[in-house]
């Protein structure tokens, strides 16, 4: 990539970040998306579609760092209960469609 204009940030760990972000942006919309199709339908279970989206989030992170076979920095157990607790918030945020309004 030497012979790409832009210099340091063209590099290889730029790109391959700047697609890592393209990937959690397309699966925040994908979330977003089957979360009003859902809601159309009549279906309401926002908790299982959070859930999803961080399954994804940690099979394609988790692959990466298994691949480079670099440590955690903290135990695994926080990161799952981080995960619950982040869940959980969406849910009780997005479960009230007045405080959505309010909050955006």
């Known amino acids: 990539?030497?012979?790409?204009p832009g210099g340091e940030w063209c590099s290889r760990k730029t790109l391959?970040?700047?697609?890592?972000?393209?990937l959690v942006s397309l699966i925040v919309t994908s979330t977003g998306l089957a979360s009003s199709e859902l809601s159309r339908r009549?279906?309401?279970?926002?908790?299982?579609?959070?859930?999803l989206n961080y399954l994804l989030l940690g099979?394609?992170?988790?692959?990466i760092l298994m691949r480079r076979r670099k440590p955690l920095q903290m135990?695994?157990?926080?990161?799952?209960?981080?995960?619950f607790v982040d869940v959980e918030a969406n849910y009780?945020?997005?479960?009230?469609?007045?405080?959505?309004?309010?909050i955006s």
């Open 16 to 22: 391959v970040a700047l697609g890592l972000g393209q």
């Open 59 to 63: 099979v394609v992170y988790g692959g």
């Open 75 to 83: 135990k695994w157990y926080y990161y799952l209960i981080l995960g």
């Open 92 to 102: 009780l945020g997005m479960s009230n469609p007045c405080k959505v309004a309010l």
């Open 42 to 51: 009549g279906i309401n279970m926002p908790t299982s579609q959070w859930l």
């Open 1 to 4: 990539m030497a012979g790409l």
